[in-house]
């Protein structure tokens, strides 16, 4: 049945996909709705693909018309960033092209870059977290608790050689300090990450 329900979604995108493109009137707050179902209804690297590629394609109407209706907004990125959780690479790009589109990212666009990062193999993704959150106090964002839970989790979920588990496991506890100054009051799964990052990345004997 999850099949037939899966099989049923990917169709559904694919007749969908036509529509927006023959329709020039169509808007990017129409476009968050669509690559939201993509995300919701079916998390595949089709479903990916596909949100993408209309998302350049209605970002170069308004490149090419200047036309208001095609604007991506922040509410546009900040769903299609959803679409990119295990494809961090990209999604640090796309934070980078709507910081040149004049646009602010929000505290939940930035959390899910670093969930991205967390999602990934890269031995350095705690130290790519702590450039994110480094961003985001130069563009003056203030972390909410979860952002810097997301951070934390990052480093605990660090797996490398000795030294590369050693830096995540300072950068957790940077992490953490960094709270006390944006007043953000740990919480139980705070804590709970803390621990992990302990138990995983500290040396034996230590």
């Not at 709705?33 to 595949?44: D, G, P, Y």
């Not at 200047?66 to 990119?84: C, N, Q, S, W």
Request: charge should be positive; include cysteine.
């Amino acid at each position: 049945i999850s099949k037939k329900r899966d099989d049923l979604r990917t169709n559904q995108m694919r007749n969908f996909t036509p529509m927006v493109r023959s329709n020039s009137d169509y808007s990017c707050v129409s476009l968050s709705f669509t690559v939201m179902r993509c995300v919701v209804q079916r998390k595949s690297t089709e479903s990916t693909l596909n949100a993408e590629n209309l998302f350049a394609e209605l970002k170069a109407k308004f490149d090419e018309r200047g036309d208001e209706k095609f604007r991506p907004t922040v509410d546009t990125y900040a769903t299609l960033f959803e679409a990119l959780l295990y494809s961090p690479l990209r999604a640090e790009e796309l934070l980078e092209d709507m910081l040149k589109d004049g646009l602010r990212p929000n505290t939940y666009i930035f959390s899910n870059v670093m969930i991205a990062w967390s999602k990934s193999l890269d031995p350095c993704k705690a130290a790519k977290t702590l450039r994110l959150l480094q961003k985001m106090r130069e563009l003056n964002i203030d972390p909410a608790l979860t952002t810097f839970n997301t951070a934390i989790g990052s480093c605990a979920r660090t797996v490398g050689k000795d030294e590369q588990q050693t830096a995540a496991l300072k950068i957790a506890f940077a992490i953490f300090r960094a709270m006390e100054r944006y007043q953000v009051e740990p919480n139980h799964v705070t804590f709970s990450i803390l621990f992990e990052c302990i138990g995983r990345l500290l040396p034996p004997g230590d």
